[in-house]
């Protein structure tokens, strides 16, 4: 293997399948940039010895440069190629308009520590954004500073105890239910509370009864996602926000799944006290890729002056000035959130309006129900109610029947040009898919989609052993997940 520095001119990996990579791909003197001549006195920097030795990074012309990355991202797979029914991800088309104001010079490059009286239409875009919001939650006010929903989650527990801790209370403990997604629990630990589980009812929804049992003065509050994450409408929510209210809990709603329910149903009214939403989903920003994203907070009146600060609110003169809650938890981001996404947001929420915000919801849960009923008979559906923008079905009995697992499945349809639904979540399903086609497919997607998984399930019926090595049209197979995971090798040239 070619070491860095090292010249990659006669590297068999050139043009072949094999890409290689730009260290593998480095001729010693090469230079993907050129500088305008030297036209001001030269001056020798005074450096420690460290930073004067020379670093082995690949030398690369721009044409090498351009053609790896490109070479790379035809070996993504994104929106804007195909479907992507990764349940609870909200994978969609974003509109193109959404990137235009994300990257207006006038607020690209607007530094965020630039005085308020300069950034007037910035601090404008925060308050007509948070206006929205709160309309679709039914909340007063909120914060953009967290960015990501796990990081929303985190900024609501610790406004739950900021609230308690003012009334004199401390309390331990979050409810949270059996299916709830990975970051509740994982938010709940670092946010200092013990996790409490709720078991889900033969309905796939919260356990009232069992919920109740666990109520008592110690309970901080229950985290709930409605739709949940099985893609059903807890339909007791108005019982269960008011069995934690009696107990002194504050509820919280776990908003990753706004998509489904936007001008129908508010979390507000049906009785969230905070409520994070995630802009990387539901408001045109693609989820996953490591973000950026943004997850904010809004909350009800009575926790208002709990929220991190500061906030944009229009003084006396007009003027949008920066004001910090009276009993503000502090930070949670070093300057405002990512502004770009918000930006994003508002363009998308604009472009639609209240209407249009309605008809994606409506359109979201038609295609989730449509695709699930398609599916219906070849896969189980463990849960069967009408599901809500998505389902979890289960290979099950294709498993018992045939050896074929979920895994095999979601390989299969990347072959046929689909990416993966999300699988094995939530935990309580045996062999989950979950599947989430999103508003922005068309009929005819959603039955090539549907075609595909029911082609699927009939060659695992006939010829098993062919998903057992699939896929093999993309350029990876099936990587050694559990390897790549636990012997990372997060720098080139290392041991084998
Ligand atoms: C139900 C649910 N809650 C919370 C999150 C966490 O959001 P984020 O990935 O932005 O931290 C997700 C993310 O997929 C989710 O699906």
Redesign the pocket.
Known sequence: MLKPGGSAASSPLIGGSEEPTLIEMSVAGRRAWSLPALDVPEVVLDLPEQAKSSVALPEVSEHDLVMHYTRLSHRNFSVDLGAYPLG??TMKYNPKVCDWAAEHPAFRDLHPATPEESAQGALAVLLEAERFLCEITGMERATFQPP???SGELTGLLIMRAYHEDKGETRTKILIPDAA?G??PASVTIGGYETIEVPSNDRGMVDVDALRERLDDQVAGLML?NPN?LGLFEADILEIADAVHEAGGLVYY?G??LNAIMGIAKPGLMGFDIVHS?L?KTFATP?GGGGP?A?PVAVHDQLVPFLPGPLPEVDADGIIRWVTPEKSIGRVHGKHGNFGVVLRALAYMMALGGDGLRRVSERAVLNARYLEELLRGPYDLPYDSPCMHEFVASARTLKKDTGTRAMDIVKALMDEGFHAPTVYFPLIVEEALMIEPTETQSLQTMDALAGALLSIAGTARTDPDALHAAPVRTPVGRPDEASAARNLRVSWGGDE
Do not use: K, Q, R, Y
């Open positions: 609870s991800c990501a929903g796990a997604h970051t509740n996602t994450t776990d990753a799944n995630n990387h989820h994203g997850g």
